[in-house]
């Protein structure tokens, strides 16, 4: 039996770790789990899977869920998802909270050498080099659960990496893709939400629209896979039936296909080198999808993935800045506060007027994720 620690258990990627977890209920326990305030969706997950530790965002919703459910041990914040994360008694940590707020918790579960299945791609965007350089130390496997990296994982598998001429990550394109720049004027957070291939969370899918999701993903697979940024490739293609490709020196070409269904990479991040049945996954059936379509990506469309590719060249405190004005431009637009496109402007603006500082420690980059939020925020006064 191995023991999960699932932060994010209310989300999106949480609700299909469960499932996995109820499927191969002989192989797996919910150990410990975390959620922000949502306590009408982790209600029937603490019924029915019974943690032995909770994590809630706050204290006001501490004291709400004991109103509710008889559990003697509740935590809260940051502090309690670290202590999680890195309990003695955890052997897997799924980290799939969304944002920042999940990099100490990854940073003390490497510590504590506990298996890592990471979903939170912004831990790696805002401080990379930290959590690549505590996994090698500490020989821990950080397995991805994002789909691309996923494929992009198994597509490695067994070769060699000198070997790599590019990885080729795939774009389905998000809710706009087929809209004009000029179109994207009178968008509304619905249409942002409507996303036509996956069911994901609001911040992810907005990401998608924006095309920042593809950009956090480049820089999510130069850590991962320890990649220079002239080998990695987006392509769009919006069937997103292949989930990414790597072109090797002999010019072949691997790739990994299937529906597109977040439970399968869930699943291998937590079975790996395994391979279980999953029934609830459908088979892909080609001759059904009929066709598959690639495009070129037009830099000019989609900004935000420029944005990134620089971000992430530059190295140093840059990717920070752009995580966390992207995070606040997101939540924002999510808000109604601001349009869509306004997104992107306040991230240009957060990343123009930043001086990188090169080999950041954790303290510095939690102090510009912090200085970021405030400063984007400040650009709507
Ligand atoms: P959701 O928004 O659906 O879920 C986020 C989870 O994190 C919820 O449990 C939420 O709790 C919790 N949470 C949010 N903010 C905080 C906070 N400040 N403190 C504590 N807990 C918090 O997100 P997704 O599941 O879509 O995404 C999770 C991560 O996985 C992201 O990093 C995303 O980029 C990545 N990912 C997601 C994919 C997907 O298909 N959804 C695909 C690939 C990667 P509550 O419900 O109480 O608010
Ligand atoms: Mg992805």
């Known amino acids: 039996m191995k023991k999960i620690t699932l932060l994010g258990a209310t989300g999106s990627i949480g609700k299909q770790t469960l499932d996995v977890i109820r499927e191969h209920h002989h192989l797996f326990e919910l150990y410990g789990l975390s959620f922000g305030r949502n306590i009408d969706k982790a209600i029937p997950l603490i019924n029915e899977f019974k943690p032995k530790k909770i994590v809630v965002q706050d204290i006001e919703t501490k004291r709400n869920l004991q109103n509710i459910v008889n559990h003697d ?24 909270v969304m944002g920042s707020v999940g990099l100490e918790a990854t940073l ?12 939170n791609k912004e831990t790696l965007v805002t401080a990379g080099h930290l959590v690549m350089e505590a996994a090698r130390s ?17 597509c490695l598998n067994g070769e060699n990496h000198k070997d790599v001429n590019k990885v080729i ?17 009178n968008v509304t957070i619905d249409d942002a939400l409507n996303h036509p ?15 920042m999701n593809k950009g956090l993903e480049v820089i999510e697979a130069h850590w991962l896979f320890n990649m220079p940024y002239d080998k990695i490739d987006v392509v769009l293609h919006k069937e997103s039936v292949i989930h990414s490709m ?13 529906t597109p269904d977040m439970r399968v990479p869930i699943q291998y991040a937590l079975t790996y080198p395994a391979r279980l049945h999953l029934p609830q996954a459908k088979s892909l059936n080609l001759t059904e999808v009929g066709q598959l379509h690639f495009a070129e990506m037009d830099f000019d469309r989609f900004p935000c993935l420029m944005m990134a590719y620089n971000a992430g060249r530059e190295g140093g405190t840059m990717p920070t800045v752009l995580n966390a004005a992207n995070e606040v431009a997101v939540s924002l637009f999510l808000q109604g506060k601001i349009p869509f496109l306004t997104i992107e402007r306040l991230i240009e603006k957060a990343l123009e007027q930043h001086r990188t500082i090169q080999k950041p420690n954790l303290e510095t980059i939690l102090e510009v994720d912090q200085q970021t939020r405030l400063q984007v925020q400040a650009y709507l006064n």
């Open 108 to 119: 003390c579960a490497i510590h504590a050498n506990k298996q890592i299945a990471i979903a």
């Open 197 to 211: 291939n996956w069911s994901m969370g609001a911040k992810i899918t907005v990401d998608s629209a924006t095309m």
């Open 73 to 96: 041990y509740i935590l809260v914040g940051n502090e309690g998802m670290i202590e999680i994360s890195a309990d003695q008694d955890t052997d897997v940590l799924v980290n799939a």
């Open 246 to 258: 790597i072109e090797f020196a002999d010019q072949s070409v691997i790739a990994q296909l299937g």
């Open 138 to 154: 500490r020989k821990v496997s950080l397995l991805p659960v994002d789909s691309e990296h996923s494929a992009i994982f198994q």
């Open 169 to 185: 990550i795939t774009a389905s394109g998000g809710s706009f893709r087929d809209k004009t720049r000029k179109q994207l004027d």
